[in-house]
């Protein structure tokens, strides 16, 4: 009998570990960050000094193409290119207030669009190496309300869910009354109570879509149990030292947040939009994408595994160079040579930001006066690698 009765033990002790297991995997609760597993201040080991003869050869290079692509310096933001974390080139022109007449200085933090997609998509990477989250879970064992039953979490983060952007499905007729101001939690309410069916069958083709980026936002709050802006702080900005970065909050910061302008410098005014984080919403600096840059790839900060799955393509139904991975776009080429980047576009700011992990090299560019000569800048990892762009004045 004592054996019978210490067999049900374990097998109910057994039982109880596989339910804890599921429920923890299917529906996790929010969680404190511990400090050392997330929080802490992070040292990025810097790569081999480069030396003063091979920075001012690159450097006359850089300007050359700078001075080309914004001729009688019409650039308005900052721009910056770096290699193993050290600054080769950088410049900052223009007004960050056109009306103060306030020049554009290296601490200016301006709005980074959708480039805000890849440090959102680097917190969530964190979470998953912190076991909070993983890559094939379902949303709605995180979002209860969330209405569409195949979507995980990698999903939203390569862009194949195929949900609906929420600039078009809030434009419609008794969705939205468009003189209130979004939030994040609108959106899931909208998708979850009015009917807003997916535009293809989940994980089927690509699509990119902000709305992924939204939900991630309301992800990372569920799980981390704090705002977007204060888990972005403790996970991100704080451990990597960028102290210019920040989360806009619309009800707070609209007065004084770096405004975005036309390419004839009249004033782009906020709309119901403005409160959505997650697919944008943070404004940030060339140095300090940099740290972003160098914490991303550093295996001290990012799990190496995760990274390389970030970095694989998941949109190549049909053959191409294109491609988007989680959180980063990319162009994979036949030769093998692969280039990451990611730029943005939000009413007049608009961002770039490139990274090269095979050379170690970081290209920012950042305005907030309507220009895409910022996206231009990617021509110039050719200077670094055998990368089949052309420079401006080929």
Not at 132 to 155: A, C, G, H, S
Not at 239 to 245: D, E, H, Q
């Amino acid at each position: 009998m004592n054996f019978i009765k210490k067999a049900n033990i374990l097998q109910i002790l057994a039982m109880s570990l596989v339910l804890g297991s599921c429920k923890q995997k299917n529906a996790p609760e929010a969680v404190s960050l511990k400090k050392e597993a997330i929080e802490e201040a992070v040292v990025i080991k810097p790569g081999p000094k480069l030396t003063e003869e091979y920075i001012d050869a690159k450097k006359k290079s850089i300007a050359y193409f700078y001075d080309k692509n914004w001729t009688r310096k019409s650039a308005n933001g900052g721009f910056l290119v770096a290699q193993n974390g050290q600054i080769i080139f950088e410049k900052y022109d223009g007004y960050a207030n056109y009306k103060a007449k306030s020049q554009m200085k290296s601490t200016t933090p301006l709005h980074i669009a959708s480039v805000s997609k890849v440090i959102t998509a680097t917190a969530v990477l964190k979470l998953v190496s912190a076991k909070k989250l993983y890559l094939e879970q379902k949303v709605n064992t995180i979002l209860k309300e969330f209405p569409y039953p195949d979507v995980t979490i990698r999903t939203l983060l390569n862009h194949r869910t195929g949900m609906r952007n929420y600039a078009y499905f809030t434009e419609k007729k008794g969705i939205w009354d468009r003189h209130k101001i979004l939030s994040n939690q609108d959106i899931l309410t909208i998708m979850a109570t009015k009917g807003i069916d997916l535009e293809f069958k989940t994980n089927t083709r690509f699509s990119y879509c902000n709305t992924n980026y939204a939900i991630l936002a309301l992800v990372i709050e569920k799980i981390t149990g704090m705002s977007y802006k204060d888990a972005m702080e403790k996970i991100i900005f704080k451990p990597l030292g960028m102290k210019n970065t920040y989360v806009f909050d619309y009800e707070k910061d609209k007065k004084t947040a770096t405004p975005s302008y036309r390419g004839n410098f009249s004033l782009v005014n906020m709309d119901y939009l403005d409160a959505i984080y997650g697919d944008k919403n943070i404004y940030s600096t060339p140095r300090d994408l940099l740290k972003f840059d160098d914490g991303r790839n550093s295996p001290n900060f990012l799990d190496p595994k995760l990274l390389k799955q970030a970095h694989i393509g998941y949109s190549n139904e049909h053959k191409g160079t294109k491609n988007y991975g989680l959180g980063i776009r990319m162009v994979n080429w036949d030769s093998g040579k692969n280039f990451y980047f990611h730029n943005g576009w939000w009413h007049g700011n608009t961002s770039a930001y490139i990274t090269m992990p095979d050379e170690r090299v970081t290209i920012i560019a950042l305005s907030n006066r309507m220009d895409r000569r910022t996206y231009k800048v990617k021509n110039l990892a050719r200077l670094f690698g055998e990368y089949p762009f052309k420079l401006a004045d080929e």
